[in-house]
T-cell receptor, first 117, second 117 residues
Framework: GAVVSQHPSWVICKSGTSVKIECRSLDFQATTMFWYRQFPKQSLMLMATSNEGSKATYEQGVEKDKFLINHASLTLSTLTVTSAHPEDSSFYIC?????????????FGSGTQLSVL | AQKITQTQPGMFVQEKEAVTLDCTYDTSDQSYGLFWYKQPSSGEMIFLIYQGSYDEQNATEGRYSLNFQKARKSANLVISASQLGDSAMYFCAMREGLTGTASKLTFGTGTRLQVTL
């Protein structure tokens, strides 16, 4: 089945540094990828929609300059948390859409736990 | 208003028994898709089952079935013959519009299922 690889699975960083999270579709081309954020014991909140070759579309309340998204190829999207602060500590997860199989099936990466000290 | 409502924050079920996880949704679209995902403690999101708004039959995938009642706007997940490995967080999600671009999902708040011996 389709696989989405997300890296790293966890990262600890100092306040003020930037962290890059990669999301790769391993066996399919993903024209659209999504980035979600999840606080402990809460639902996933969509942060942004990433389309290959164009600027990402951010959800209301998500700072574009803080969460930089790049979707340079059909198999790779990156989320960079710039100048991270402790309140950015969260679980980040990406998903990619494939048209194979049932229409609209999304596959998720395994997530990245970010801890900002 | 909540687009996806999961009223059960937690559920217990005995091993080998069946369990129903509730999900109601709100949309004015005629075309939409409903999803269930499983999130174990590791954090990854595992796709379980999909139901399109125009699908006449209730979706089934192995031990998972979706009790789709369109008039009531409910899409309950039924897990038969529960196993200890089913213990996880379960999210109901909806995508409005069957075709087109972003295919972004709106998630419910989740139900934590605990399977006991």
């Amino acid at each position: 089945g389709a696989v989405v690889s997300q890296h790293p699975s966890w990262v600890i960083c100092k306040s003020g540094t930037s962290v890059k999270i990669e999301c790769r579709s391993l066996d399919f081309q993903a024209t659209t990828m999504f980035w979600y954020r999840q606080f402990p014991k809460q639902s996933l909140m969509l942060m942004a929609t990433s389309n290959e070759g164009s600027k990402a579309t951010y959800e209301q309340g998500v700072e574009k300059d803080k969460f930089l998204i790049n979707h340079a190829s059909l198999t790779l999207s990156t989320l960079t948390v710039t100048s991270a602060h402790p309140e950015d500590s969260s679980f980040y997860i990406c998903s990619a859409r494939t048209y194979r199989g049932k229409l609209g099936k999304l596959f998720f990466g395994s997530g990245t736990q970010l801890s900002v000290l | 208003a909540q687009k996806i409502t999961q009223t059960q924050p937690g559920m217990f079920v005995q091993e080998k028994e069946a369990v129903t996880l509730d999900c109601t949704y709100d949309t004015s679209d005629q075309s939409y898709g409903l999803f269930w995902y499983k999130q174990p403690s590791s954090g990854e999101m595992i796709f379980l089952i999909y139901q399109g708004s125009y699908d006449e039959q209730n979706a089934t995938e192995g031990r998972y079935s979706l009790n789709f009642q369109k008039a009531r706007k409910s899409a309950n997940l039924v897990i038969s013959a529960s196993q200890l490995g089913d213990s996880a967080m379960y999210f109901c999600a909806m995508r409005e519009g069957l075709t087109g671009t972003a295919s972004k999902l709106t998630f419910g708040t989740g139900t934590r299922l605990q399977v006991t011996l």
